[in-house]
């Protein structure tokens, strides 16, 4: 995006590219209780066929779901996994064709959106997406899949959702750790989308007002349940995280993809680990971009800041203390530079990389002298 700003600090030229980019689904629904309303989103689309998708874990929910659409609904598929293995994406695909499907429904986290538009790629269905966590996958038209050991970027509007339905009351059975990595997800698609070219206004202001939400209500995920503004809080910040995202992203989540999808660092973590990280080193590049999420936090050290709220989350603060290998950061750095878009502020360089894969790795605080 080409910029130019007059005294008052407002854009005055800018332009976008279109398509996938800064493309948000056309309905949302968000509130407690919403997921009830589920089929008159089907019937919305003129659908009778409903394929749900799920985890396994979640198949519990998944039948809930399949309840409430009674015979809209044509059946279950509980496979989705995280990281979107392209196996699965072309087995669903098979199946939703012998099913007779004309929509989807996932339900769940990140691996189920990503099911969903792993099938929908291909065959174009609506998606109704109810999210329990706060991946923010479910509001793009982008789809990590991974070929060959590799987490690969796809862009289609055929994988962006027809319909978002935020539960809140959905979000309270995740665990709380889990829940803390998910939150974190959610901050990174704010920081790595105020800095990209494609952003917008709207995306920037997005991912300005969703990091202050998240930052806010991080620290209170364990009242959640006694307090369901804390939940509703939290899924709001990761709903305007997810429509940052739509701007675009860089190499923030081009590391933490290859460390999730090539070395199995489960998808929040992987996010929560660089994400101090990167910031840090992009701040020197982008620093009013960075400068504005700061100041919404309150702070002049975003990278710090951070992780230090990593750390106070419970959440382990290095690779190495997940049991990742120091011999695979080399790996781990050749298959980032390999799969880079060139939308990273900051030189992506192998040294570069390397260097924030270490401090990653080691735990090391941003700004401490290491």
């Not at 130019?4 to 309905?27: D, K």
């Not at 995280?82 to 695909?93: F, K, N």
């Not at 997810?242 to 081009?254: C, E, P, V």
């Not at 260097?355 to 290491?370: E, K, L, Q, W, Y």
């Amino acid at each position: 995006m080409h910029e130019t700003r007059n005294t008052a600090g407002v854009w005055q030229e800018f332009s976008l590219p279109g398509g996938v980019y800064n493309a948000t689904p056309p309905r949302i629904l968000f509130g407690a209780g919403t997921v009830d309303k589920v089929a008159a989103e089907v019937d919305h689309y003129g659908a009778h066929r409903a394929l749900v998708l799920s985890t396994p874990g979640r198949n519990g929910l998944a039948e809930r779901v399949a309840a409430l659409l009674g015979d809209r609904c044509v059946g279950i598929l509980p496979e989705a996994v995280s990281q979107v293995p392209i196996e699965l994406a072309v087995r669903g695909q098979e199946r939703a064709r012998e099913m007779g499907a004309d929509c989807l429904v996932s339900v769940g986290g990140g691996a189920s959106v990503g099911l969903g538009k792993g099938i929908s790629l291909k065959l174009a269905l609506p998606i109704i997406a109810i999210p329990t966590t706060y991946s923010g996958s479910e509001m793009t038209g982008f789809c990590g899949i991974t070929i060959e050991g590799v987490k690969r970027m796809h862009t289609s509007l055929n994988m962006l959702a027809s319909t978002v339905i935020y539960d809140p009351e959905l979000t309270l059975s995740l665990p709380l750790d889990v829940s803390a990595a998910s939150a974190f997800n959610a901050l990174a698609h704010c920081v790595d989308a105020i800095y990209v070219p494609t952003v917008s206004p709207t995306s920037a202001f997005a991912a300005v007002e969703g990091a202050r939400v998240l930052i806010e209500a991080l620290p209170q995920l364990g009242r959640r349940s006694e307090d369901p503004a804390v939940a509703a809080a939290l899924l709001y910040g990761a709903m305007l995280g997810g429509a940052a995202l739509t701007g675009g992203f860089a190499l923030q989540h081009g590391l933490a993809h290859v460390l999730g999808g090539s070395f199995g660092v489960p998808h929040g973590l992987s996010h929560a680990l660089v994400l101090p990280h990167v910031t840090a080193y992009n701040a020197r590049y982008a620093p009013k971009a960075v400068g504005r999420i700061a100041a919404a936090a309150g702070t002049d050290d975003l990278g710090t800041t951070l992780f230090d709220l990593l750390t106070a989350a419970g959440l382990p603060n290095s690779l190495a203390a997940i049991g990742f290998r120091a011999e695979d950061l080399d790996r781990a750095t050749d298959i980032t530079i390999e799969t880079d878009d060139g939308m990273n502020p900051g030189p992506v360089t192998w040294d570069n990389v390397r260097r924030i894969a270490d401090d990653a790795f080691h735990g090391r605080r941003p700004g401490s002298g290491h």
